[in-house]
């Protein structure tokens, strides 16, 4: 068989050439062939979270803040519960007050008040007047000096005997100046009889319970250091 020599070169220098492209590039199936990396910067995201569609970027609104919910009105504060009501002129007044006097307590005065008026009947019947010159004002205390010398000088004598006292409600409450006021009502059972030198009565009975309605005022100066009130008025409500 005749060989043809240029045949097989050119069959050689082919397989030499594919040999050394498949070194170079190789094969599909290769595992060691990566795929040539993507070139495109990559796509920057956008800052209001768009989205791509159909090669348009849409924007996503940020959802609508609900609107603000409306506030409930603050109740005024009840700071003299049980004693006024809020806004009431009483309680402005206990506000004056407490401005000037900052241990005021309605509670705690009508306790005192409650024991000065049983503390002021005992005293006025016994003509008791050390115990009514620490507990009244220098007009109150003239008005009572001047009944007690006068039932003495007629030679009488006074028994009370306070049987209880069922209500005793501040109505009024004020600050002029340094000066505080305050006016309490109070309802009030009593046995009050006046008798003469023979023990006669001629006044009142010793055994009736009678019905009191009175409306005593009392006053301190808050500029004062004593912290005590003396009864500056007194009003029978009839």
């Known amino acids: 068989m005749q060989i043809d020599i240029p045949t097989i070169v050119f069959a050689i220098v082919a397989i030499?050439?594919?040999?050394?492209l498949r070194s170079v590039l190789g094969t599909r199936g290769?595992?060691?062939?990566?795929?040539?990396?993507?070139?495109?910067?990559?796509?920057r995201p956008s800052s209001d979270f768009g989205a791509a569609k159909?090669?348009?970027?849409?924007?996503?609104?940020?959802?609508?803040?609900?609107?603000?919910?409306?506030?409930?009105?603050?109740?005024?504060?009840?700071?003299?519960a049980g004693f006024a009501a809020p806004g009431s002129p009483l309680a402005?007044?206990?506000?004056?007050?407490?401005?000037?006097?900052?241990?005021?307590?309605?509670a705690s005065f009508l306790s005192g008040a409650r024991a000065a008026y049983e503390m002021i009947v005992n005293a006025f019947a016994a003509a008791d007047m050390t115990t009514l010159k620490r507990l009244l004002a220098p007009e109150v205390l003239a008005n009572f000096e001047t009944a007690i010398r006068a039932r003495l000088a007629a030679e009488q004598s006074l028994t009370t005997t306070l049987v209880s006292i069922d209500a005793a409600d501040v109505v009024e409450a004020r600050l002029a100046g340094?000066?505080?006021?305050?006016?309490?009502?109070?309802?009030?059972k009593l046995v009050s009889a006046t008798h003469d030198k023979s023990g006669a009565t001629v006044e009142g009975?010793?055994?009736?319970?009678?019905?009191?309605?009175?409306?005593?005022t009392f006053a301190r100066d808050a500029?004062?250091?004593?912290?005590?009130?003396?009864?500056?008025?007194?009003?029978?409500?009839?």
């Open 205 to 216: 009975s010793p055994n009736d319970v009678v019905d009191h309605l009175d409306v005593w």
């Open 30 to 43: 290769d595992p060691q062939q990566r795929p040539p990396m993507d070139q495109r910067p990559p796509t």
């Open 92 to 106: 402005l007044g206990f506000d004056a007050i407490a401005a000037v006097d900052r241990n005021f307590s309605p």
């Open 223 to 238: 500029a004062s250091a004593d912290p005590n009130w003396l009864l500056a008025a007194t009003q029978t409500v009839h």
């Open 54 to 80: 159909g090669g348009e970027v849409l924007q996503f609104k940020p959802a609508a803040s609900a609107p603000p919910r409306p506030e409930a009105p603050v109740a005024p504060v009840d700071r003299w």
């Open 178 to 188: 340094t000066s505080e006021t305050i006016a309490v009502r109070f309802a009030a």
């Open 16 to 20: 030499f050439v594919a040999w050394k």
